[in-house]
């Protein structure tokens, strides 16, 4: 594009013209993202959140995904910002900030109603980036100005964490450090965050677990032979245990009503299915979208039913595979309609 031809005030008056027309493209676009938000329709791709389809699918930067995401829960939240957006007297940053904000309210003290937030965006109306966040620190019930957690990468192979702990963290912190001091561990604290991971990850992940029971299986079938009584009654006992942890990972399709013909039904899905599933789908969801993408997230990942257990869809490892909550959302939005939003029964 050759503007060379332009007078010096027809050059200002076109530049005036192209940012009001940026500012109105970019409000446009943060209400169709609300809408898509309210739809949970990203899911349809192979992405778990709003912020994924903005990188993947509109190619996004993440910063960028990230404030406009923000903007749009914001604008989800107090509607009102969508005309101050538009005629520039709130910039994307500052509701981005904003919203930033509002999410460390609700996890370190308590989440703002709707017209306190309303309040403080006007606050930070017509101001520019600096001032506004000091406006919000100084809102703050919090009263101290909390790091930006986050993980960077440093190298191939190391990444800088940062984190706020509270008090009690920081004792127990503090006395692992002494228990694993003197059992000759490193006593860094990322060295800490190693053994504590490893450890917890053993208990809580899904695919560890049935990785340890398949074993426990395989072990256990080679000395059938040998086993006593009393060891069979042991290694049962265990299987329970676990099955009874693996069920906290309820399945959100299964809490949605049914025909009561199928209450005769169980609807527990036994340990060894649950276990296969587990491995086969590498503890990841299982979505594929139109595309031939896969999902592969492993967050909030639950068990669904191909053909649903209400449909006498059978708990066999063929008729289950994994599901992020955000894919689990989307085939209970395509199978009941987007009302099971609303019902409060889809959570992760
Ligand atoms: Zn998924």
């Known amino acids: 594009m050759n503007l060379k031809h332009l007078t010096d005030q027809q050059l200002i008056a076109a530049t005036d013209v192209a940012a009001k027309v940026e500012v109105s493209a970019m409000t446009h676009l943060l209400h169709h993202l609300a809408e898509i938000q309210r739809r949970r329709l990203f899911s349809v791709y192979a992405v778990n959140s709003l912020f994924e389809y903005c990188v993947k699918r509109l190619k996004m930067s993440e910063p960028a995904a990230s404030r406009r995401v ?9 509607p ?26 609700a996890r370190m003290a308590e989440a703002l109603t709707s017209p306190e937030k309303a309040r403080i965006l006007k606050s930070i109306e017509n101001k520019g980036a600096r001032r ?16 930006k957690e986050g993980m960077q990468p440093i ?11 509270d008090e009690e963290t920081k004792a127990g912190l503090e006395r692992l450090q002494e228990i694993w001091s003197h059992s000759g561990s490193q006593r860094g604290f990322g060295a800490m965050l190693k053994k504590m991971t490893e450890l917890c ?7 560890k677990k049935s990785k340890q029971v398949s074993r426990s299986a395989k072990n256990s079938e080679k000395s059938a032979s040998r086993v006593s009584e009393t060891e069979v009654e042991i290694q049962s006992e265990s299987a329970t245990r676990v099955e009874t942890e693996t069920t906290t990972q309820s399945v959100v399709l299964d809490q949605l009503p049914t025909p009561t013909s199928e209450s005769a039904r169980s609807r527990h899905i036994p340990a060894r299915v649950r276990h296969a599933v587990q491995v086969r789908d590498g503890g990841s969801c299982a979505y594929i979208d139109g595309c031939g993408d896969r999902c592969s997230s492993r967050t909030f990942v639950q068990f669904h039913h191909l053909i649903p257990f209400a449909c006498s869809g059978e708990h066999t490892v063929e008729n289950i595979e994994l599901r992020c909550f955000s894919h689990n959302q989307r085939h209970a939005i395509d199978d009941y309609g987007t009302g099971v939003l609303s019902r409060g029964e889809l959570r992760p």
């Open 70 to 78: 923000n903007a749009v829960f914001v604008l989800m939240d107090v």
């Open 80 to 105: 009102e910002i969508g005309a101050k957006l538009q005629s520039g007297e709130l910039s994307l940053s500052n509701v981005s900030q904003a919203q930033t904000f509002f999410n460390q309210e």
């Open 132 to 147: 506004a966040k000091e406006i919000l620190v100084a809102s703050s019930s919090i009263r101290v100005e909390l790091p």
């Open 155 to 165: 190298s191939a192979e190391f990444h800088h964490l940062t984190a706020v702990i």
């Open 201 to 207: 990850l053993s208990q809580v992940d899904p695919l």
